[in-house]
């Protein structure tokens, strides 16, 4: 992922970053490296205030 702030809040919710590196691209921006899974996704839909509610 490219979000650096959405990085932070996940590494706070206890996900492992599982790398980072400089961005090809956009020089002076990094890529966040996380393992995939549907409870990652879950948090980040949490994050942009898209969580269904039960």
Same mark, same amino acid.
């Given at each position: %992922?490219?979000n650096q ?29 996380? %393992?995939?899974?549907?409870? @990652?996704?879950?948090? @980040? ?6 969580? %269904?509610?039960?």
């Amino acid at each position: %992922m490219f979000n650096q702030r959405l990085a932070g809040f996940l590494i706070m919710s206890g996900y492992r970053l599982m790398g980072l590196e400089e961005n090809q691209k956009y020089k002076g921006k990094n890529v966040f490296y996380f %393992m995939d899974s549907d409870k @990652i996704h879950k948090s @980040i839909q949490v994050y942009f205030g898209n969580a %269904m509610s039960k």
